[in-house]
């Protein structure tokens, strides 16, 4: 079964500093995609970053990153020059092949202080 | 990508009944997905609604308690029903995002707090 781990309940940074969050999942599959979101007080989710399994090149979307470790089965989060806007719940998530949802971790909270 | 309206955003409701949330995408999907995010916690699929059939539920949820829609290609409801404490939670709906291969686009989401 399908399983995302992040085990980083809360991360701190000061402002323009890079964080790099950590997840880890594991499959049986060979074929899945690898997600990053982000979720506010507001509650609402964002689309971040997204990495497929045979992507030969780690993702990028302007200041996100993933650090995708295929061996390791890890796909962290990096976040160049954190803002104070960044300050949010932060879920990695995975998606298996032939299967539309996605499994969630548990979250990492990041805090970004001036 | 699909723009996804979520309503109520937000509800404050007794104990022992029933609240329905709404979401209308402003393009047709095949696949609507809804989630609940209990206080602290991560997200969790309950069921996925496919138009013209009935929705699939995963392990821990039931039909009668979570009563799903899905009259067209852009909108579906999900039904709470004899809400007790332990449904408070965010509610969410999700649609596979539009013009990409992957990724998907969620609503504002539902807060709701059963008293």
């Known amino acids: 079964a399908q399983k995302i781990t992040q085990t980083q309940p809360g991360m701190f940074v000061q402002e323009k500093e890079a964080v790099t969050l950590d997840c880890t999942y594991d499959t049986s599959d060979q074929s899945y995609g690898l997600f990053w979101y982000k979720q506010p007080s507001s509650g609402e989710m964002i689309f971040l970053i997204y990495?497929?399994?045979?992507?030969?090149q780690n993702a990028t979307e302007g200041r996100y990153s993933l650090n995708f470790q295929k061996a390791r089965k890890s796909a962290n989060l990096v976040i160049s020059a954190s803002q104070l806007g960044d300050s949010a719940m932060y879920f990695c998530?995975?998606?298996?092949?032939?299967?539309?949802?996605?499994?969630f971790g548990t979250g990492t909270r990041l805090l970004v202080s001036p | 990508s699909a723009v996804i309206s979520q309503k109520p955003s937000r509800d404050i409701c007794q104990r022992g009944t029933s609240l329905t949330i709404q979401c209308q995408v402003d393009s047709q999907v095949t696949m609507m997905f809804w989630y609940r995010q209990q206080p602290g916690q991560s997200l969790t699929l309950i069921a996925t609604a496919n138009q013209g059939s009935e929705a699939t539920y995963e392990s821990g949820f039931v039909i009668d308690k979570f009563p799903i829609s899905r009259p067209n290609l852009t909108f579906s409801t999900l039904t709470v029903s004899n809400m007790s404490p332990e449904d408070s939670s965010i509610y969410l709906c999700s649609v596979p995002r539009t013009g990409v291969a992957y990724g998907y686009t969620f609503g504002s989401g539902t807060r709701l707090t059963v008293v």
């Open positions: 990495q497929g399994s045979y992507d030969e």
């Open positions: 998530a995975m998606r298996e092949t032939g299967f539309q949802k996605l499994v």
